[in-house]
């Protein structure tokens, strides 16, 4: 198997100069101009990649967390000399109309090749548009079958141009049974879900099947939606049914509302997340202690050791000039851009094609059986649908950081 391991080579230390000459904030205006990590790419054929993401508004800790995983891992191709790139970053706000209109000022540009959209109803939308213009798009986070399209759980149409670097909904779902009952964590299971948001119920509906294949005994679902700020009804009747483990597949925010709810109500169960969790210690108002004990299926873990997440968490604080850790987001970024750089090698695309031989060239590099890349998020391959293949690794909250389970 031909395996490119882009994220382990050696990391070059970018220097405080050129770290401020990429500086990305969540301030500002909804575009971003392109950056290259101040390296000197007049000479040379430069690769021109788009990004859309949320860098204001509530889904802020996301697009913000995408767009600089990306701009370390350009100014590392830069500095490296490898696939030498520019990144233009657009903000949709989390709106797929705005996302749109980002998508078309990314093509103004000249883009390439799209990392994004960050999450998925944008990305829904986006997806449509860079299928029928022929452009690659690997999006970091956006988890919804509906982004790809053609596969079993959505009625949008097969989009060959679209692939993924995180897991699907369903994938999450499926594992997170999986590892609830192959870790015995609980015995009698409490789910709520937000049964407005495709990305809750997709994850939900998927864990319901596998736990029943897995005979695990779920003994309350309850629901809301997304402007729910009380969960007393949810939290007591998990409570009043004897949960010992709740399972919560949803974003950090109604998390962080379930999680004091059940602290008032002195209720002491498990709680088990997925990825849309991550984030949630970084929550502006939050008491991290209440997340003491979570537990959640994530592919990255800034505290771990390994030499390139400790280079990566390094130079991303340095990016960002804050000392907040990079999230799972930030290292799904990081890998697609380098994932990309890695087809564009294998398959000999040079910066001078259009975007649409690009796109097709990196479509049968990504499909190629023998295409894997190994990254910071896992050893990653994927299918014709879109769907990458990667370990999930369980994570529990431990003195306010993410320890392995595993």
């Known amino acids: 198997m031909k ?25 500002g205006g909804s575009k971003t101009e392109p950056t290259d990590g101040g390296a000197d790419l007049s000479d040379a054929g430069v690769f021109k990649i788009g990004g859309i993401g949320p860098v204001t508004g509530a889904a802020a800790i996301y697009g913000t967390a995408t767009k600089l995983g990306a701009q370390v891992a350009v100014n590392e191709q830069n500095v490296n000399g490898n696939v030498l790139m520019e990144l233009n970053w657009q903000d949709d706000e989390h709106d797929p109309e705005k996302a749109v209109n980002a998508y078309n000022n990314l093509k103004d540009w000249g883009m390439q090749v799209l990392v994004g ?42 989009k060959d141009n679209v692939f ?10 499926i594992a997170s049974a999986q590892y609830i009952s192959e870790q015995g ?12 948001d495709a990305y809750s119920t997709g994850i939900y509906n998927k864990f319901m099947e596998e736990a029943a294949a897995r005979n695990l005994e779920v003994v309350s679902e309850t ?7 009380d969960f007393s009804v949810q939290v007591g009747d998990a409570k009043a049914k004897g949960a010992d483990l709740l399972f919560l597949p949803m974003y950090y925010t109604p998390a962080s509302l379930i999680l004091a709810e059940a602290k008032k109500q002195g ?19 939050f008491d991290t202690s209440l997340a003491e004990g979570v537990m959640l299926l994530t592919p990255f873990v800034a505290s771990a050791d390994d030499e390139a997440t400790k280079n990566f968490v390094a130079a991303y604080k340095e990016l960002s000039g804050s000392d907040e850790d990079p999230n799972q987001f930030a290292a799904d970024a ?40 190994a990254g910071l998020t896992g050893e990653a391959t994927w299918a014709a649908t879109g769907e990458v293949s990667k370990s999930p690794k369980g994570m529990v909250i431990q003195n306010g950081v993410y320890v392995s389970m595993d």
């Open 3 to 27: 395996n490119l391991n882009i994220s382990r080579r050696n990391f070059v230390q970018l220097t405080g100069a050129l770290a401020g000459s990429a500086i990305l904030t969540a301030c």
């Open 117 to 158: 959209t960050t999450t998925t109803k944008p990305c829904v939308a986006v997806s449509a548009e860079t299928n029928a213009d022929r452009i690659f798009e690997l999006t970091p986070s956006a988890s919804s079958v509906d982004v790809i399209g053609g596969v079993e759980g959505t009625n949008e149409p097969a």
């Open 164 to 173: 993924q670097m995180c897991f699907t909904d369903p994938n999450q779902g």
């Open 185 to 196: 964590l609980g015995t009698k299971i409490a789910i709520i879900y937000n049964n407005a």
């Open 223 to 229: 629901t809301f939606t997304d402007d729910t700020v």
């Open 267 to 285: 209720f002491e169960p498990k709680f088990f997340g997925v990825d849309g969790m991550d984030g949630i210690l970084t929550l502006e108002g």
């Open 334 to 373: 990081y890998d697609c851009v380098n994932a990309i750089a890695a087809a564009i090698t294998a398959a000999g695309v040079t910066a001078d094609m259009s975007a649409a031989d690009i796109c097709e060239k990196l479509i049968a590099q990504f499909t190629d059986p023998s295409f894997s890349v």
